[in-house]
């Protein structure tokens, strides 16, 4: 099993990003799928979670600007970052719900 994150960088609060992990090993749409991020000094954090019935889950703090998705045809889980903000900014992970399966991470700043 792999995870590889990828699609971070810097971007200007209210900009957007596209995270995209790349998934080998296991199909994502027979798992339950999952962003986390981890801010400098702070512990990791639940970011949303897209199940295998395509029942969708959203921290409070990303409700209404970001979005979970899946290509079934690529294995590839998305995370769509639009109105972004400072705190936004964190090592963004995606992770196999069911197992303690985690990518290396892509670094998200957002930054003036």
């Known amino acids: 099993v792999q995870l590889v994150e990828s699609g971070g960088g810097l971007v200007q609060p209210g900009g957007s990003l596209r995270l995209s992990c790349a998934a080998s090993g296991f199909t994502v749409s027979s798992s339950p799928m999952g962003w986390y991020r981890q801010a400098p000094g702070k512990p990791r954090e639940w970011v949303a979670t897209?199940?295998?019935?395509?029942?969708?889950g959203y921290a409070d703090s990303v409700k209404g600007r970001f979005t979970i998705s899946r290509d079934n045809a690529k294995n590839t889980v998305y995370l769509q970052m639009n109105s972004t903000k400072p705190e936004d900014t964190a090592i963004y992970y995606c992770?196999?719900?069911?197992?303690?399966?985690w990518g290396q991470g892509t670094q998200v700043t957002v930054s003036s």
């Open positions: 897209l199940n295998t019935s395509g029942r969708i």
């Open positions: 992770r196999r719900m069911q197992y303690d399966d």
